[in-house]
């Protein structure tokens, strides 16, 4: 069973940078679509990208177009998300989540998050 981990979250300023990482163990991401999920407090969790097995990226956020980017290592396995010129409407916990192969498929496996803040 596939199981997730998201790390890298934490405070940062408007403007600041951060990178998310989401590493699995219990078997390889080369099988799986990774997306990255985000819930702000208050609402209900949207998703901001995907990566599919072969490297197609899906963008579900318009909010984040040219400030946030996928990326995997399948060596390592781990899916990676790089957010720049961070905003304060960026706060939120984000969840990375497996699908197999595809971005249009089912959420088979959820990680527990990780808190972002972007606050002065």
């Known amino acids: 069973q596939l199981q997730l981990v998201e790390s890298g979250g934490g405070l940062v300023q408007p403007g600041g940078s951060l990178r998310l990482s989401c590493a699995a163990s219990?078997?390889?991401?080369?099988?799986?679509?990774i997306g990255w999920f985000r819930q702000a407090p208050g609402k209900e969790r949207e998703g901001v990208l995907c990566?599919?097995?072969?490297?197609?990226?899906?963008n579900y956020a318009d909010s984040v177009e040219g400030r946030v980017t996928i990326s995997r290592v399948n060596s390592k396995n781990t899916v990676y998300l790089q957010m720049n010129s961070l905003k304060p409407e960026d706060t939120g916990v984000y969840y990375c989540?497996?699908?197999?192969?595809?971005?249009?498929?089912?959420?088979?496996?959820w990680g527990r998050g990780t808190l972002v803040t972007v606050s002065s």
């Open positions: 990566i599919s097995s072969s490297d197609g990226i899906t």
């Open positions: 219990g078997g390889t991401l080369d099988r799986y679509a």
């Open positions: 989540a497996a699908a197999p192969w595809s971005c249009s498929r089912a959420v088979d496996y």
